[in-house]
């Protein structure tokens, strides 16, 4: 029989472009098809799904500098990555080259592109990455999480389908029903900032604990990522107000927590927006400030439109703002309840299989062929 078609991913060396291309690998795979991942060094970090033969490293640069000298040396690794590449796709010979994103898919969709191979691209944010601008007009398709991302650009839009993000198995697995706090019952407050962490959080979610009446604070079952060095002061405030509060650094089962919350105080990155619209889970958000692209800013939108968010910029995110919040979401559970439901209208669990079957399209290699 003849070998199953081979479909080469490419993504940056960072979470957000590796998680969601592992899990279109991973669907792949149980289609009966073969994926490998073409990356940067970052990616060795990451112990996935990923490794050994099936993990290929190839110079990549990100254009940080707009001095003739820095675009020059990023102009020469990103063309020793593309020869890389041509050489990588010729022994491989994929269906089609996928890519998620980051500077470090540019050698390899360029080189897919130049042999004539089939291209898509997948975007989680509400607006375009950098890398995904320079490709969207040379590529076959293009997959987004979110809809409305190229409306504005009827030639872009023509060929963009809205797939969802692909989630990671243990997202998936924590998707249940939302259960509105009852009247005077306990409410799960989970708070988290990011990969990184994010120190406004511990600048502005316990002074706003604080302002909230005392009644409330018995109802509390506070869950935060804390960074270590704020730490004894986030402590120290939840201990004098005897709120009931687990903190750390990393929550290793940060899927199963967003499941158990009746609310979210959180950044707005892409994966975080994908998640809560998976489980359906209503949030506050506060979009990274100062991003060139401001796609923090345009996913938190996207979730607030549709009712499942209250987007708040991080100059407007004060103690008092977050308390009014906090106070009037904990009184009115049934507006709890209609945000679940509008963020889980925009979630889309089955993103992975949407996004095999574009892929499927997109390569011409029918289901009868991906079988051994």
């Known amino acids: 029989m003849s070998e199953a078609p081979l479909i080469l991913l490419a993504a940056g060396g960072t979470g957000g472009h590796l998680f969601p291309a592992e ?32 993990l290929h490293v190839v110079p990549s640069a990100t254009v940080r500098g707009r001095s003739p000298l820095a675009l020059a ?20 010979r994929p269906a089609a080259v996928i890519g998620f994103g980051g500077y470090p898919t540019l050698p390899p969709l360029v080189a897919a592109r130049l042999l004539g191979v089939p291209t898509l691209i997948h975007d989680s944010n509400a607006v375009l990455g950098r ?20 409306d504005r650009d009827p030639k872009l839009a023509a060929k963009t389908i809205v797939t969802g993000t692909p989630l990671r198995p243990a997202v998936l697995a924590a998707v249940a029903p939302f259960e509105a706090p009852r009247p005077g019952g306990g409410l799960r407050l989970l708070v988290v900032g990011g990969s990184q962490g994010a120190r406004v959080m511990s600048d502005i979610v316990p002074p706003a604990i604080e302002r909230l009446e005392p009644a409330l604070w018995q109802r509390l079952k506070l869950t935060q990522q804390v960074r270590d060095e704020d730490f004894s002061r986030v402590r120290a405030t939840y201990d004098k107000l005897r709120i009931e509060a687990e903190l750390a650094p990393f929550f290793a089962d940060l899927p199963a927590r967003l499941a158990a919350s009746h609310l979210v105080i959180s950044r707005s990155g892409a994966t975080t927006v994908a998640e809560l619209g998976a489980i359906g889970r209503p949030a506050i958000l506060v979009p990274l400030p100062g991003a ?33 919040e906090i106070s009037a979401l904990a009184a009115d559970p049934a507006r709890l309840e209609a945000m679940a439901s509008a963020a889980r209208g925009i979630g889309k669990p089955d993103a992975a299989e949407r996004l095999a079957d574009l892929v499927m399209k997109v390569a011409g290699v029918g289901p009868s062929q991906a079988r051994f």
């Not at 991942?37 to 060795?44: I, K």
């Not at 990103?78 to 010729?90: E, M, N, P, Q, V």
């Not at 209250?310 to 703002?321: C, H, Y």
């Open 23 to 54: 899990a279109l690998g991973a669907a792949l795979m149980r289609r009966g098809w073969r994926a490998q991942l073409v990356t940067d060094e970052r990616a060795r970090r990451f112990s996935g799904l990923f490794a050994g033969e099936t």
């Open 73 to 92: 040396r990023t102009g020469l690794t990103l063309a020793a990555g593309t020869a890389a590449s041509l050489k990588l796709i010729r022994r491989l």
């Open 131 to 150: 890398a995904n601008r320079l490709l969207a007009g040379r590529v076959n398709a293009i997959a987004t999480s979110l809809p409305g991302v190229l």
């Open 292 to 324: 060139l692209d401001q796609d923090q800013f345009a996913n938190a939108g996207v979730l607030a439109d549709a009712g499942g968010a209250i987007r708040i910029p991080q100059a407007e995110f004060t103690p008092d703002r977050l308390a009014a």
